[in-house]
């Protein structure tokens, strides 16, 4: 009989990346697996298996209080405590202050940079708790955020809709994708409680910079798919560079795979914009970067891919009138399409969005473009190296740019740069994750 695993995804990305990869193929050939995510996500219901797909409750009801009258009252009275002590053993708080205090994240680059405008709301829909009432008061105190974090990590602090999810299914092992959000620190609780297999992954290239505390304690072993979360969760969340394995990234193992050799004569640009909440700056970009070639009088064409979670770029794009310009219909489901358009391209260029990873896989040279001074993009802590002396592939003027990509300068950067965010990269990546995961369940 099949082991029965389950696998908990944050978002639609981190499904998308996943669903296209060699290790869910596999992890399904060997065992019975489940996926966790929220209701919101429900459009993947065609993507896997009958019943396999799961939805977590987020509002408890009268059948989880008939169900688990205990572990109801200890919740409300949790939430009724977070009140009294002016809303400051959750999430939201607990992140905010300990981003400010260890200087990492979004509430670190809003207290240093005055001068940079957040819209709280959509901050607070991408995971960044920036309004200062998260922090109040004392933001800073070392002794609160220990007190709060305890308070929150209580084991008696148990929601009901995720247990009851959780219990039922008797799982043997479940596979965190992502460890910094309130929900995966309900799940994991009751892993523990539960003595279920927990095996931890980052996914990703930002989380351990942008998010917080991670869920993971510090005695667990963490899966990382590139040097540069190594990097940070040793240098800004103490963990022992011993129980931290990079693998390497799933998602980039089939990118890898289908890079081709471009023989086209034209100079082609791929530009790959990032969302409004990042920059504001992007259209303004683009139109530099045509004028640019445009008055050097080569022969060029400029595909334009607006991210996925932004609308407002697109419907920008698409009322540009020049030649010589393609833009994408991106989603999260257009891999192919994606593969096909960077394949076709000679020079990527991205306001450092993890574009730079896929074009890296397929070998492309990248580089980021930031005229505005004031992006905050440049503040991003997961980025320190693309400005970073001999690595610095971050470029204020095209001229700079054009020439060292003409000169073979900047793919000896990009080269550099692959150390920290690319490597490995190899056709053995899914061999290895699926190696560690056996490993574990099978203790």
Not at 107 to 120: A, G, P, V
Not at 144 to 160: A, R, T
Not at 356 to 373: G, H, N, P, S
């Amino acid at each position: 009989m099949k082991k029965k695993i389950l696998i908990h995804f944050k978002s639609d990305k981190f499904f998308r990346v996943f669903n296209y990869s060699q290790l869910k193929k596999k992890l399904e050939k060997k065992y019975e697996v489940y996926f966790l995510l929220s209701k919101e996500e429900s459009r993947f219901a065609h993507l896997v298996k009958k019943k396999r797909l799961i939805f977590y409750q987020k509002n408890l009801n009268y059948k989880l209080i008939l169900k688990y009258p205990i572990k109801y009252l200890f919740y409300i009275f949790f939430r009724l405590l977070d009140v009294l002590l002016l809303k400051n053993i959750n999430f939201e708080s607990i992140t905010y202050r300990y981003n400010l205090i260890n200087k990492i994240g979004f509430q670190y680059i809003q207290k240093t940079n005055k001068n940079l405008k957040f819209d709280y709301d959509k901050e607070y829909m991408a995971g960044n708790f920036l309004n200062p009432t998260y922090g109040f008061p004392f933001s800073e105190s070392k002794f609160l955020l220990n007190l709060f974090k305890k308070l929150f990590l209580s084991k008696y602090f148990i929601h009901p809709g995720f247990y009851d999810l959780l219990v039922d299914k008797k799982f043997d092992a479940v596979i965190l994708m992502h460890l910094q959000s309130k929900e995966v620190f309900f799940i994991k609780k009751i892993i523990d409680l539960l003595q279920y297999k927990s095996i931890n992954i980052i996914y990703g290239w930002d989380q351990p910079t942008l998010k917080g505390m991670l869920a993971a304690n510090k005695k667990e072993k963490i899966i990382v798919t590139n040097n540069q979360i190594k990097f940070d969760l040793i240098n800004y969340h103490s963990y022992n560079k011993s129980k931290i394995y990079n693998l390497g990234n799933y998602f980039l193992e089939n990118l890898y795979r289908k890079r081709k050799k471009n023989n086209s004569k034209k100079f082609v640009i791929f530009y790959a914009l990032t969302t409004r909440r990042i920059s504001k700056n992007e259209i303004d970009t683009i139109q530099k970067i045509y004028n640019y070639f445009e008055k050097k009088k080569i022969k060029f064409k400029l595909i334009l891919r607006p991210h996925p979670h932004d609308r407002y770029y697109y419907e920008e794009l698409i009322k540009l009138k020049r030649n010589n310009l393609e833009i994408m219909k991106s989603t999260f489901y257009d891999i192919d399409q994606l593969i096909k358009k960077l394949n076709e391209s000679n020079l990527i260029i991205t306001n450092g969005t993890s574009m730079f990873l896929d074009a890296r896989a397929m070998k492309k040279i990248c580089a980021t473009l930031l005229i505005d001074k004031n992006d905050t993009n440049l503040k991003k802590p997961y980025l320190r190296f693309f400005s970073y002396r001999n690595k610095r592939i971050t470029y204020k003027d095209l001229d700079l740019l054009y020439k060292e990509y003409k000169t073979g300068i900047l793919i000896k950067k990009n080269q550099l740069l692959d150390k920290y965010y690319l490597d490995p990269i190899n056709k053995n990546i899914t061999k290895n994750y699926l190696k560690f995961i056996n490993d574990e369940i099978s203790k």
